[in-house]
């Protein structure tokens, strides 16, 4: 411990700092605040004698100036015609005033014309008469002023002192006096001698007039460097700090109306501040007393705080070497009395501790040594050499080694406990883990004397003894209990590998045999609370016993208490119980079996038809059995309830590889970092990505196409949202690209927590093929509308205003009407067309009107129309002579015929030959119409009969909306016929068709369809 401070010592300076502070503090704000006023007095007082001087200047400058207006004024009123008449007025006027030195009347060219001189210096105008003043400022000055101007200090040349020149015009002259100094210094040297203030006169340029300190040299002195005259040359006007001459002034600074000079009055701080000065001496004295004062005080007052404690600390040590019956006397202060009072109290307290701590210390003797188990204490401290010494041993621990105690305390831990270093390890390491964990228990073996190992259980715990780690170790003999486990143990091991109905059977004949009792049974709960029989074992045999009903049995009170229950008379507790009735019951114990989640699972009983007598550790053994045949109850559930969750999991991987693979569309499902689980056969395709090469991939580095790599990268685990886009596909075979719908989503579990993504693949390469027909149908339609109407309309315009475009003739008005009709039979035939496309669309059947009708003869009707039509065709037909007899609708086969022959013409823009052949065969007629037209590319064959098809052509004047062969299919099929067709590009069209003779009701026979080169 540190060198304590005296109390003495501690008020010395306590009360030294007292007094100072306040001294100092009030000190330091009073001559702050004397300053600030002292310097504001004497800043206003200059001020204020400044601009009192200047008045004095200003009011004396203003005579020179009032004495050249009155000259002037005289010597207009008074003309004066000579020269000695003028030169005596100049005289005059210079000895009227007392003040001007001379007053000369100066030529244009800047030279004395006339002057006159004062009383001292008369009798020197005729020297001074054309002298030349063309370069003094104040000539050149008048010269352009019309009012009297003041020069800047110059010398004179007729005093050789420093003078001042005010000069006026004068009809074209100057007229310039000089002006004495002297009256200026007298006002000046008043100030100074009345006030005590210093003052200083500075022309406009800085430069020194005069100055009342009264030193040589300082004329023409430059004053620029002083801040106030620097200040007052820039115009501005106040007060100044300045040092001048190595000493510090304060002064005020004021312009000189007249003259633009400067007044500087200031004075000296050390004489302003004088009495300031006297007042900080006066206060630093006041300290000094006050100080001595404290410290007299603080010595004074120490000496008699330290004698009675003193005297309080000699009693406390006193009593702290046993002497409870010291006096302390009355103090003079209350705190110390209250202290003394303390010490009385604290001794009495502590004399009734000291007897209450010697009757404990022997009540802890008895407890230490009367226990029945072995305590040692011993140090734990691995710096030490004695580390593990024994400090304290009880008797018990004597008796259990056989070693006396004397002998013990000269041992240390590891001469007894050669497991010691196994168990505690480093003492740093067990002081943490004991500290944390409390009491530490495990089981280890002592030496006795002789050298014998004895199974304890030991009980470790920390503790400081006279300020150092030590550990408390009780033990306990556990030679019983450890020859019970070997037993137990032993006859447990004896069945652990057996399970199911052998495991029950070896539990409970095993029991039999260990407890020496008549039989043993185990029972499982069912859920009508009921306890069936697993194995049931009496005198040597496995009984199959019935079913026990809870309420009449003791398993209901084993199973509530879900303890080891013993019953004495079993068979006058539960009289109802048919088999403790049967097998003469008397001593009857069981157990209930539980499960993992502590729910009943069954019982095990044992019983004897007399009185149980149980071994020591019976209940470790039921406890031991109970749990073996409980988990051998819950093992076959979850057997049973696992081959049913796999047969029924098989069944739903089955079902669902199933669904996957006939599905059409393609699955993809992610991870939630994008990495591929799994992928269907569809998906394969549409991708040509086979699976092995993508599971267990990202998707970045998997997926080939860039849309849906990128689309399946954006996919975010928080979005709730289906995404979707479509993208190209380009297929490896050369076949036209295919477009994909690709619609993402995320998968949620049983919590309806996002696990993934599930993306669907849908080839949509049809739709929107069907999409970009249906608008160019649209935009046909209206095409194909539009010219007929066009034409409708003109020529109706035409015969319905034949005044205003006629007149017509009777063969115009009837070609118009012709033309009306065609283009109106042209617009029926498109809104038949469209009419048929609806009823087809919506699945009724075409409507037939069926009469027999011979197709030989409708083919001769209708193809001399198409011949009148085109003139750049040739017809040629090949037909069977005779009537071919259909069961048809003969507008309907016109429709058919008229489309067929019209396709042929309008898709062989350049002319050629169209012919039509026909063939009976079997039961039927095939018909072919063959062009030598534009032709249909091979991808585009199997198209034709759809609806909205047009073929692409360079041709782009072929007109149609498409439905021609759609309709014309529905009509054959609804004939029971068959169409097709056949083409090469640029090579022409052939056009089959197969019609039924006879009834259409019966089915034809179709007809073999040409190989090719036939």
Known sequence: MGRRVRISTTLLWRYTLFAVVPFFFFGVMATNYLASYTRQEIQQRNQALAQAIHGKFAEGLMEPSMALRQLLLHLEEDPVTTDESLQHHLGLAVASTGYLEALALLTTEGRIAHIGLSNKLAGREADLIGLDLSRQPFFKNALVSNKPTWSDTFLSLLSGEPALAVSMPYKGMVLVGTFNLTHLEQVANEFERTQGLEVDLVDKQGTLIFSSRKKEGQSYLSLRHLQPIAEGIRGKEGNYAFSWDRRDYLGSVVRVTPTGWLILVSQPKQKAFAYLNNLLLLIGGAATIAIGLATLGAITLGRRLSAPLNRLAETASAIAEGHYQVSVPPQEYQELEQFAAGFRHMAHAVEERETLLQQNRAHYQQLFNGGSDAIFLHALNSTSQESGRLIDVNDAACQLLGWSREALLQKTMEDIHPL?????????????????????????????????????ELKTHHLIVEKQPALLTIARDIRERVASQRVLHALVESFVDTTGQNSFNRIIRELCSWLGIDGASIGQLNTSQEVIPLATYYRGTYLDIPIQPLPSSPSAMILNQGRVTYLEKARESFPDDAFLQQYDVEGYIGIALRDSHDRNLGVLIAFHSEPLILPPNAQEMFQLLASKAATEIERTHANQTLEIALSSAEEARERVAAILTSMHDGLIVLTPNKRITLMNQAAERLLSLPQEAALNRSAQAAVPNVPLRDHLETLDIENQEETSIDFDIKRPDGEPARTVLASSTRVLNRFHRPTGFITLLRDITREKESERTKSEFIATAAHELKTPLAAIMGFSELLSNEEEFGPFSLEQRQEFLHDIYTKSEFLSEIVDDLLNLGRMESGRPIILSTVEVDII????????????????????????????????????????????????????PGGGTIRIHGEVKGNGIHLRVIDEGIGISADQLDQIFEKFFRASSPERGITGLGLGLSIVKGIVAAHQGEIWAESTLGAGTTIHLTLPCGDPAEPLKKLPRPTEGQ
Do not use: C, W
Request: glycine letters at 4%; hydrophobic letters at 35%; charged letters at 20%.
């Open 420 to 456: 010691h270093d196994r168990f505690i390890g480093n003492s740093a390491g067990l002081i943490q883990r004991l500290t944390a964990e409390g009491i530490s228990t495990f089981e280890s073996q002592l030496l006795d004397r002789q050298n014998r190992a004895i199974p304890v």
């Open 857 to 908: 003869r409708l083919l001769h009707q209708v193809i001399p129309h198409h011949e009148r039509e085109s003139s750049m065709h040739r017809f040629e037909t090949s037909l069977p002579e005779g009537p071919v007899l259909l069961s048809a609708d003969p507008n309907r086969l016109t429709q058919v015929l008229d489309n067929l022959l019209t396709n042929a013409v309008k898709y062989s």
